[in-house]
């Protein structure tokens, strides 16, 4: 078993920067490719970036590409969503994720409790 804490979320003025965190903690939880997903109020839950186990690959979605980096300790089993230029629409509640590297939603089997983070305009 796995279990995942977020934190870091919070409210910003467009433009600004926040760092989440994802501290994991269990037997396997290291051998695990980590993700983050956002949900937006009235939306589909939505990938937004993703490590592997090693922290050797990422893949971020394309409206944060170039302003979300997906940062991985290791050593700490803790995964950061680093994201700068932030846009309204940025605006959701952020989920860490642990399981199979990929984007969609179902090939990771442990969520955290998810962060808002509210972008202001």
């Known amino acids: 078993q796995v279990q995942l804490v977020e934190s870091g979320g919070g409210l910003v003025q467009a433009g600004g920067s926040l760092r989440l965190s994802c501290a994991a903690s269990?037997?396997?939880?290291?051998?695990?490719?980590r993700g983050w997903f956002r949900q937006a109020p009235g939306k589909e839950r939505e990938f937004v970036a993703t490590?592997?186990?090693?922290?050797?690959?990422?893949y971020t979605e394309d409206s944060v590409k170039g302003r979300f980096t997906i940062p991985r300790d290791v050593a700490k089993n803790t995964v950061y969503l680093q994201m700068n230029s932030l846009q309204s629409e940025d605006t959701a509640v952020y989920y860490c994720?642990?399981?199979?590297?990929?984007?969609?939603?179902?090939?990771?089997?442990?969520w955290g409790q998810g962060t808002q983070v509210t972008v202001s305009a």
């Open positions: 490590i592997g186990w090693s922290a050797i690959r990422t």
């Open positions: 269990g037997r396997t939880c290291s051998s695990y490719a």
């Open positions: 994720a642990a399981g199979t590297m990929s984007t969609w939603s179902k090939t990771y089997n442990y």
